[in-house]
C-alpha cells in the first residue's frame, strides 16, 4: 500500500514542493494543505480531522510557520494549529517535527531557558514587560543589547541599541521585549542542520554593514566541516527541544565562546543547498520518508 505524506504550508512555496518532489521519487504521495484548511472535530461520526489529505496521512510535515493573521488573530491562530497537530500526533499519526517541539521553538525565550537547563552556552538574556524593567535589564547587560521579537525568523525585527542610545525598548514589541547581550563576532556566523544522525554545516558572513548574517538580509554563505565540538552543541541543542529536524544557529564570539543563538524546528535548507548540494534536501526527505507508519 502506497505510503501518504501531507506536507502543511504554502504549496507554492520552495521547501514545500522540494519535499514533495522527495517524497514522491520515494514511493510515497505527497498532498500540501495550507495551515488556514486544517479543522477538526469532536464528537461528531467520521473523520475527527480535515481535510482528508490531512485525515489520512502516514505521515505530517511542517513546512512554514503556523501564525499567519495579524498580531491580534495570531494567538488563536497558533494555539488551535498546534493543538490539531497535537491531537493527529496522539492518535498515531507522525508529525515532523513534533508538536511539542515546535511549540516550544516558536518561543525564543522557551527555546532559550530549555538550552540554558541542559547546561548549553546561551547569551544573557531577560525577557520583560514594560519599559522600567527593560532599561534595568539593558543596564544588566551593559548597555549595548539586541532586541528580538519573541516570534520571528530570518533577522526580522532584530533591533541592536547601542549603549548610550536613550530610545523607549518597548516600542513596536507589543509589551514583550526580549533584550539579549549584543556579543561582538567575526563577522560570521554558523546554521547546522541537524536531519536525524546526519548534520550540514555552512558559515553566514555578515552582508558590508550588517551586523546580522542572515541570507535573506544578504548575507553570503559557504559549506563548513564542522568541528567536532560545534556537531555536539548543535545535537544536544536539537534533543533540548526535542526536535530531531533542527536549524541551529552557533556564534564564534570574538572572545572565544561558542554560544547557541536559537534552535528553528521548522529550518529552512534552500541557502545551505546552495552551497553544500542536493544531498540537504535528499536528507530531508529521508528522515520524513523513515517517519512514516507503516
Known amino acids: 500500500m502506497t505510503r501518504r505524506a501531507c506536507i502543511i504550508g504554502e504549496p507554492g512555496g520552495w521547501h514545500a514542493r522540494r519535499l514533495a518532489a522527495g517524497l514522491v521519487s520515494r514511493g510515497l504521495t505527497a498532498a500540501i494543505v495550507r495551515w488556514q484548511a486544517l479543522w477538526a472535530a469532536v464528537a461528531l461520526d467520521g473523520p475527527r480531522f480535515g481535510p482528508p489529505e490531512v485525515a489520512a496521512a502516514d505521515v505530517i510535515a511542517v513546512r512554514g510557520m503556523p501564525g499567519t493573521?495579524?498580531?491580534?488573530?495570531?494567538?488563536e491562530e497558533v494555539i488551535?494549529?498546534?493543538?490539531?497537530?497535537?491531537?493527529?500526533?496522539?492518535?498515531?499519526?507522525?508529525v515532523v517535527?513534533?508538536?511539542?517541539?515546535?511549540e516550544i521553538a516558536i518561543d525564543k525565550y522557551l527555546t532559550l531557558a530549555?538550552?540554558?537547563?541542559?547546561?548549553l552556552p546561551?547569551?544573557?538574556?531577560l525577557v520583560v514587560q514594560d519599559a522600567a524593567s527593560a532599561a534595568l535589564a539593558r543596564a544588566r547587560l551593559g548597555g549595548d543589547c539586541v532586541i528580538k521579537p519573541l516570534f520571528g525568523s530570518r533577522?526580522?525585527?532584530?533591533?541592536?541599541?547601542?549603549?548610550?542610545d536613550a530610545s523607549d525598548l518597548t516600542t513596536g514589541t507589543g509589551g514583550v521585549v526580549y533584550i539579549q547581550e549584543f556579543v561582538p563576532h567575526l563577522g560570521w556566523d554558523v546554521r547546522v542542520l541537524v536531519v536525524g544522525e546526519r548534520l550540514f554545516g555552512m558559515r553566514r558572513h555578515a552582508a558590508p554593514g550588517e551586523w546580522r548574517t542572515n541570507l535573506a538580509l544578504g548575507g553570503r554563505a559557504e559549506p563548513l566541516a564542522l568541528p567536532e565540538e560545534w556537531a555536539t552543541l548543535a545535537r544536544r541543542a536539537a534533543n533540548a527541544v526535542g526536535a530531531p529536524l533542527?536549524?541551529?544557529d552557533l556564534l564564534p564570539a570574538d572572545d572565544g565562546r561558542v554560544l547557541i543563538l536559537e534552535v528553528n524546528a521548522v529550518p529552512g535548507w534552500r541557502g545551505l543547498e546552495s552551497v553544500v548540494g542536493p544531498e540537504v534536501a535528499e536528507a530531508v526527505a529521508d528522515h520524513v520518508a523513515a517517519a512514516s507508519r507503516v
Do not use: I
Open 246 to 248: 533542527a536549524g541551529v
Open 80 to 94: 488551535l494549529r498546534m493543538d490539531v497537530l497535537g491531537r493527529l500526533a496522539a492518535a498515531g499519526t507522525p
Open 114 to 119: 530549555l538550552l540554558a537547563e541542559a547546561g
Open 69 to 75: 493573521s495579524p498580531a491580534d488573530a495570531r494567538l
Open 97 to 102: 517535527n513534533p508538536p511539542r517541539a515546535l
Open 155 to 164: 533577522g526580522r525585527g532584530l533591533v541592536r541599541v547601542a549603549a548610550g
Open 122 to 125: 546561551v547569551p544573557r538574556t
